[in-house]
């Protein structure tokens, strides 16, 4: 089943990562154990929502977790939601309409117009209206935030909202928990707004404003009315957060535990300790050196499934396209990240595994696998030339196996100084 | 990748040089990966882009950065054709406006059923595409294989 859902992703997400022992958890907050405190959520890697574990393409290297959204100053209407996806690619949060049962108010903008948004992923759009919602992730809460509800129908889709991401109901977008992956998404990514200063500009293709039901028109967008990251919005531990994950075997497993912690050095749970910073540079890029090359479009991101690089020396998958499948046992690799402001560096070491060796045949559903890993860029040749035009190096969720991965957000300080940055 | 990387230098070492660099606004504009480059200065008025050309041997590189931020380089063949795009920046860009008829195509391969939100792969006969990225941070292109110049590499495309 695994094969033939891997064999349908056309080739995308994969990873490969192995990290050191389960008890080197990097940074000051290490240690081993089960992080506690009221600063603390449980996260888990599986294989998402039962509509999704059960389908023919269950998720793979996904992080999720529990969020409680109230209406706004309400404390009895509210809603529990399990398999919500942690993203440190984007910010803020996002509920799919068809897990959501309480109501909540819409977000207007100043001239009282109601907000929705058409936002894009690379590989899906989704549409829906910016509601209002407390959200409480653990001991943390966040008052009034906006919230985007996906596939929420109350406001239509306009026209020039189309992406990637297809389903039967609506063709070109990702409007329902099986098409989107998850219940939905808490961005935590380094960054306050989703989308920022860009959509203070008219023609940004993402906000929209609704003067009717039926009449939402692109619109630019102040970045207090975006969906941001709630926990900028934290009274306490709002500074970041970190990603806390086991090790976990290039053989994978069904499922693994680890902890979403908030605030960094805010806590005796959250210090940044010996960590390497690695500050965004222009375009919010990091570099990665790579065997020859010098990849200077690298990023960290839960929400990547996989390492995803371009090495044209590992033989590509045959069943899971787009995936390697190095022959002999597994490929160990190592890359370096640089920091691109102060070009610190720091090496990571890894293990790509044969993804179609993997999901052959009846081995039981893995929902975590350290060693998956794909091609960012080769699409093998067309003619006498060679097609490898990728500066990616993508950390996906992998890379996040065995440590603690600290994401510090813009505009808020740390012992080593402000965000936005990723530390390690 | 260090061939790429060369390569990409070279490419705008030249525009920055100057070489039949022509600045903001003039003459050739925006278009759409399969068209004419000549007929589409309605395109850049629509997108409010500023637009920088750049001629190298065998094609031509249009580089057209819109106010959001993203920078779309649109790469010409001799008989006028836009056989290449590549996007960076941090809005993905109006993929029906630069794939044109290309855009049910990708629509088409990138629906498929996936797990992960990060990476686009998509190689078909007629049009070739891989986008990366996330919110805020996007990098992209697509060419069409048919429409390539003669011993053109791609990866100038970037």
Known sequence: MRANLFAALIGMLCVAGCGGGGSNLGGGGGGGGTPTGSNVQAIVVDSGPAKIASSNAPAINTAFTTVTICAPGSTSNCQTIDHIQVDTGSSGLRILSEVLTITLPVQKDTTGNVIAECVGFVDGSSWGPIRQADVKIGGETALTQEVQIIGDTSYAVPSSCKGAGATATDPNLEETVVAFGANGILGVAPYVSDCGPACLQQNNGTYYTCATTTTCAVSAMAENLQVSNPVAAFTTDNNGVIIQLPSVATSGTAAVNGSLIFGIGTQSNNMLGSATVFNLGSGGYLTTKYKLGTLTTSFIDTGSNAWYFPDSSIPGCSTNKGFYCPTGGDASLQATLVNPVNNATKLVNFSVTNADSLFQGSKSVIGATSGLAGDSSQFATSGSSSINGSNVFDYGLPFHYGKSVFVVIEGKNSSAGMGPYFAF | ?158
């Open chain 2, 1 to 158: 990748m260090k061939s790429a990387s060369s390569n990409a230098k070279r490419v705008w070492g030249c525009l920055v040089a100057g070489v039949l660099v022509s600045q903001v606004a003039c003459l050739p504009a925006f278009a759409t990966l399969g068209e004419d480059a000549t007929t589409v200065e309605n395109d850049r008025i629509k997108l409010k882009a500023q637009v920088r050309t750049t001629a190298i041997a065998g094609y031509t590189v249009h580089e057209v950065q819109s106010p959001t931020g993203t920078t779309v380089r649109e790469f010409v063949n001799d008989s006028g054709k836009v056989f290449a795009v590549a996007w960076t920046g941090p809005l993905l860009p109006d993929f029906e406006q630069t794939l044109g008829k290309y855009f049910p195509e990708y629509i088409a391969n990138a629906s498929s059923p996936h797990v992960g939100r990060r990476h686009l792969a998509i190689q078909g006969t007629d049009l070739v595409v891989h986008s990366n990225g996330h919110m805020r941070a996007f990098y992209g292109s697509a060419y069409v294989p048919s429409l390539l110049p003669p011993n053109f590499s791609v990866q100038d495309i970037q």
